[in-house]
């Protein structure tokens, strides 16, 4: 029976006739021959890779020509944080996985393997790739597997490299992506330093900083709430001795991506300016002259700029709680001569203390209403009725307030609801004038009531003398509606010698005993 | 549905891979009722399975007939036993359609699996070789859908790690969830999960996953989309299930995927 | 180079190749040990298929979405193959519905299709077909009753019954089944 088909079969093939019209099968992927529109590729070379945060360099040949890229799998428990390990997801054993350089128009071989240890499938999108998942259904492998697909570089840029494999997500919170650069033809300007650094969240069951290995937590992740935004897949990968180091003068690069997967970052260099902005990783420069620059998730950035005046750098995710509460920071160390023209540093300190500044005289009104809400707005009405304090004393005390107290309990005396409380018409202040000295002299803490309302701040210690203190405080008692004894310097003295004994005895006295 | 209660009854029949028919007579007992269940297997009562993915007219939960479950995964020790019985099933003589060249990879030789290994789950065997074993045991490979109902648990919590979740012994990862967890109802019962992905008789059914940018199936599966055609997009531990089958041929033999066996009713 | 001694000689290897090769090799798919009925109502087994390359498709009849474009563009490569190939490759369809498609209901698909005698058109027991997709890497699930979810995978298998190639979109590009095919020819003589 098999022979009688076969015959026939090979019968068949002798006498067909010839079938014109057929397209030409010897065309392929990889044709050596230029095809309308793409570039002639020329010998092939295998793809030059570098770890965060280097770069390759730049590309020097003027053809196009065939790319034999490895990129591998590996599944593997590393630093997350100090005392932290995360299970990385990995391409070539790191996150953010090797930098990739290309030129526009190479074709770029690629096979992906996934490790045999491993425990997922895998696969892996480029966006510099044009075609269907950008190679994610070409490239999906079980662990112990590879697959190899083949993709032209169409079009020049910075791309984001990343697995795509169902959940999406989970993959790249786990680290999975990196960068790919497709040079122009022309290349890029030349710069003297270059560097790449991939943004990248980490939801992890714990809190930031908890210790131990840690685990993804979906519900953060679809909540978008990660624990770690980190540069190069770790806290602190790009700070201490691995901070980007460079010199005064030179022209600098920096590779910019973001792998989220939730959130964008605002890239800034703290006490930078970059030159040139090629938003979004695009190969034009669109922009001079920026401060912060976005990178949107999935995306890239490249920015040129030149460090101007040597020291230590930050650079930061300016959502400012990521920068210093989920480790989205990095440095930089520049070195070379101070440019005092250009930046001083700190040239001279000294006190500052807004009272000398104000007005001396206040013009103080005051109102006989009672207080009935947060802290009673004197209205306008007459002079307190002088009291026997000498006037030289209340004038003395009207400067020193003036220099002290206004800043907090303001000219007219009123304070600041909820703050700090009022001296006009106080209660707690005219109560008693021994507690009044007391406060001058050790300051002032824990909840108090004044005119009904509770106050519950600090009032520092001012150091003043006995003469000020007795000055102020008569001026404070026949002023903004108080009515009240004044203080004499000895009375001040007296209550000074109390404390020091009191404080000799080993008995704490808290002003909390004062509350009414 | 008929399919489903066919299938495995003609299984037993038609998966004529294994020659010797000595072991085979142990005989396919009326499991009806736990009683009729063997020592070491867990009784799973008739239930439903709610697919991971929406069909197309919607979310259709799926009846699963009563099936004896094995406790565990199956062993390197009861492995040995079957190459014993069952020759064209060792290393030396298995043929690539049957199981690539990793197969029984952590073995010595024919019949020497490292013995430290011996009570733990057989790995790097391959979709044939699981299922000649449970034809020989008297059983079958689970469905997709009889396992998910009894070890698809439910949805992981955010805190995946806590004891709870990591399977005991080997092979335990932080997905060790993902691998397997016991549906409530059989919570008490000594069901297992040692850490291992497990083969099922369908594992080609799953073919959404992973597969990003085709046009395959009725509806298309397109760029990241398994996630909006999924029931609960949150149920990662599910999704991480159907992505790796979907990554499985028939013949691999990987590190971290065993396999356990089912038997039903006639 | 002329025909006639061309043709002669492929006869002459074709007799000797299917003579010296009995069993089936490593990876050969034919290895499988299920039995399969023809629309015609030939019973056959997969081993029998050894000799002819083939070009191979799991379809359903009622499927009206992938499978009537897959099955229509194999129809059309069969009818323009260039004339070196043509007669290399043989037609398969294998049925993921027996439940549904009885060898009545295959016999009309043929019909309606206008399939040649090149093409097979087989049915089996459900698990026989499940054990053929998972060799071949093609997956399908029944969603609704008479309905299924698969991929669009279509299959060269050489003439010891290997997989040379695979693709997933027959219908927009097929140089490189050609290509497949030519390649595989040129090893004729060769057992």
């Known amino acids: 029976m098999k022979h009688f088909v076969f015959f026939a079969v090979a019968a068949l093939g002798c006498v067909a006739p010839v079938q014109a019209g057929y397209p030409d099968a010897s065309a392929s992927l990889g044709a050596t021959r230029a095809s309308a529109g793409l570039e002639e590729i020329r010998g092939e070379e295998r793809a030059v890779v570098t770890s965060a945060p280097h770069v390759p360099p730049p590309i020097t040949r003027r053809h196009a020509t065939k790319v034999l890229l490895d990129v591998e799998v590996k599944e593997h428990t590393k630093t997350l944080a100090d005392g932290v390990t995360y299970t990385y997801w990995t391409f070539g054993d790191d996150a953010p996985g090797q930098f990739i350089r290309v030129r526009e128009g190479d074709l770029v071989q690629t096979k992906f393997s996934n490790h045999p240890d491993n425990t997922v499938a895998h696969n892996i999108d480029f966006h510099s790739a044009t075609g269907p998942g950008g190679g994610g259904e070409a490239s999906f492998v079980a662990p112990g597997h590879s697959a190899t697909f083949t993709w032209r570089a169409m079009r020049a840029g910075l791309y984001l490299y990343h697995c795509v494999a169902a959940p999406a997500g989970m993959h790249l919170a786990n680290g999975m992506y990196g960068l790919i650069l497709v040079e122009p033809k022309q290349g890029l300007p030349k710069v003297d330093k270059e560097f790449f650094i991939v943004q990248g969240e980490f939801y992890t069951n714990g809190a930031y900083g908890e210790r131990g290995d840690q685990h993804f937590d979906m519900s953060k992740a679809v909540r978008e709430q990660p624990e770690y935004v980190v540069f190069n897949g770790r806290v602190g990968a790009l700070m201490g001795e691995n901070a980007l180091r460079m010199n005064v003068g030179e022209s600098v690069r920096l590779y910019l991506g973001n792998a989220g997967p939730a959130l964008m970052s605002s890239f800034h260099i703290v006490g930078e300016i970059f030159d040139d902005v090629y938003s979004e990783g695009g190969t034009k420069v669109n922009q001079n002259n920026v401060q912060t620059t976005v990178v949107p998730v999935g995306g890239s950035a490249m920015v040129d700029l030149v460090m101007d005046v040597p020291g230590a750098y930050q650079f930061v995710d300016h959502s400012m709680f990521r920068a210093f509460n989920k480790g989205a920071m990095g440095a930089i160390e520049v070195d070379g001569p101070l440019r005092p023209e250009l930046f001083s540093g700190r040239q001279s300190e000294e006190i500052f203390n807004p009272g000398t500044r104000l007005q001396r005289v206040a013009a103080v009104t005051t109102s006989v209403s009672p207080a009935t809400s947060a802290a009673p707005v004197p209205a306008p009405a007459p002079q307190a009725k002088a009291s026997t304090a000498d006037s030289a004393a209340v004038e003395h005390g009207k400067e020193v307030y003036a220099k002290i107290c206004t800043t907090c309990h303001q000219p007219d005396g009123r304070g600041m609801a909820g703050v700090f409380p009022p001296l006009a018409q106080s209660d707690y202040l005219m109560h008693d004038s021994e507690r009044a000295i007391r406060v001058l002299l050790e300051g002032l803490q824990g909840p108090i009531t004044v005119n009904g309302q509770t106050f519950n701040g600090v009032m520092p210690n001012f150091s003043l003398t006995d003469k000020e203190i007795a000055s102020v405080l008569s001026y404070v008692r026949t002023n903004f509606g108080n009515a009240g004894p004044a203080v004499t310097p000895s009375d001040v003295q007296r209550v000074r010698a109390l404390l020091a004994k009191a404080e000799s005895g080993a008995k704490d006295r808290s002003t909390a005993s004062d509350r009414r | 549905m008929r399919l489903l209660i066919a299938a495995p009854a003609l299984l037993l029949g038609a998966m004529g891979l294994v020659a010797e028919a000595g072991t085979a007579n142990q005989g396919v007992r009326a499991c009806k009722s736990?009683?009729?269940?063997?020592?070491?297997?867990?009784?799973?009562?008739?239930?439903?399975?709610?697919?991971?993915?929406?069909?197309?007219?919607?979310?259709?939960?799926?009846?699963?007939?009563?099936?004896?479950?094995?406790?565990?995964?199956?062993?390197?020790?009861?492995?040995?036993?079957?190459?014993?019985?069952?020759?064209?099933?060792?290393?030396?003589?298995?043929?690539?359609?049957?199981?690539?060249?990793?197969?029984?990879?952590?073995?010595?030789?024919?019949?020497?699996?490292?013995?430290?290994?011996?009570?733990?789950?057989?790995?790097?065997?391959?979709?044939?070789?699981?299922?000649?074993?449970?034809?020989?045991?008297?059983?079958?490979?689970?469905?997709?859908?009889?396992?998910?109902?009894?070890?698809?648990?439910?949805?992981?919590?955010?805190?995946?790690?806590?004891?709870?979740?990591?399977?005991?012994?080997?092979?335990?990862?932080?997905?060790?969830?993902?691998?397997?967890?016991?549906?409530?109802?059989?919570?008490?019962?000594?069901?297992?999960?040692?850490?291992?992905?497990?083969?099922?008789?369908?594992?080609?059914?799953?073919?959404?996953?992973?597969?990003?940018?085709?046009?395959?199936?009725?509806?298309?599966?397109?760029?990241?989309?398994?996630?909006?055609?999924?029931?609960?997009?949150?149920?990662?531990?599910?999704?991480?299930?159907?992505?790796?089958?979907?990554?499985?041929?028939?013949?691999?033999?990987?590190?971290?995927?065993?396999?356990?066996?089912?038997?039903?009713?006639? | 180079m002329n025909r006639a001694p061309r043709g002669l000689a492929f006869l002459a290897a074709v007799t000797l190749m299917t003579q010296v090769t009995s069993e089936p090799t490593e990876r050969s798919v034919y290895q499988l040990d299920?039995?399969?009925?023809?629309?015609?109502?030939?019973?056959?087994?997969?081993?029998?298929?050894?000799?002819?390359?083939?070009?191979?498709?799991?379809?359903?009849?009622?499927?009206?979405?992938?499978?009537?474009?897959?099955?229509?563009?194999?129809?059309?490569?069969?009818?323009?193959?260039?004339?070196?190939?043509?007669?290399?490759?043989?037609?398969?369809?294998?049925?993921?519905?027996?439940?549904?498609?009885?060898?009545a209901i295959l016999r009309d698909y043929r019909r309606d299709m206008k399939l040649d005698r090149r093409w097979k058109l087989l049915r089996g027991s459900p698990e026989d077909v499940r054990e053929l997709a998972a060799v071949l890497g093609f997956n399908y699930e029944q969603i609704e009753s008479g309905q299924f979810a698969h991929s669009n995978l279509v299959t060269v298998l050489d003439r010891r019954g290997e997989i040379v190639h695979q693709q997933n979109d027959f219908a927009s590009d097929t140089r490189a089944v050609v290509d497949a095919i030519r390649h595989e020819g040129g090893q004729q003589g060769q057992p």
């Open chain 2, 34 to 266: 736990a009683s009729a269940c063997r020592t070491r297997e867990v009784f799973v009562p008739a239930g439903v399975y709610v697919p991971f993915f929406k069909s197309g007219s919607g979310i259709k939960a799926v009846p699963v007939e009563p099936i004896c479950l094995s406790e565990t995964a199956v062993t390197h020790e009861e492995f040995l036993g079957f190459v014993r019985d069952h020759p064209n099933w060792r290393k030396s003589r298995i043929k690539k359609l049957f199981a690539e060249g990793s197969y029984l990879a952590d073995w010595q030789d024919d019949l020497t699996p490292r013995p430290e290994t011996l009570s733990q789950p057989v790995t790097f065997v391959s979709w044939f070789a699981a299922g000649a074993y449970c034809e020989a045991a008297g059983g079958r490979l689970p469905t997709v859908a009889e396992w998910e109902r009894f070890a698809g648990g439910s949805t992981p919590t955010s805190k995946p790690g806590t004891a709870a979740d990591r399977g005991a012994g080997q092979g335990a990862t932080p997905f060790a969830f993902a691998m397997g967890r016991s549906a409530p109802e059989l919570a008490n019962t000594a069901l297992a999960f040692p850490g291992v992905w497990e083969w099922t008789a369908n594992f080609n059914s799953a073919m959404v996953s992973g597969r990003i940018g085709t046009s395959e199936g009725a509806d298309s599966s397109q760029f990241c989309g398994d996630g909006i055609r999924a029931v609960d997009p949150s149920n990662y531990g599910a999704f991480l299930r159907y992505s790796f089958r979907s990554s499985l041929r028939a013949n691999f033999a990987l590190k971290n995927l065993g396999f356990r066996c089912v038997r039903e009713a006639p």
């Open chain 3, 34 to 103: 299920s039995s399969w009925v023809e629309d015609n109502g030939r019973a056959i087994r997969l081993e029998t298929l050894e000799g002819d390359m083939q070009l191979l498709a799991l379809i359903y009849t009622t499927c009206t979405g992938a499978c009537p474009v897959t099955v229509k563009s194999i129809q059309m490569f069969s009818r323009n193959m260039p004339a070196d190939i043509k007669g290399r490759i043989r037609f398969l369809l294998v049925t993921v519905d027996p439940e549904h498609d009885t060898l």
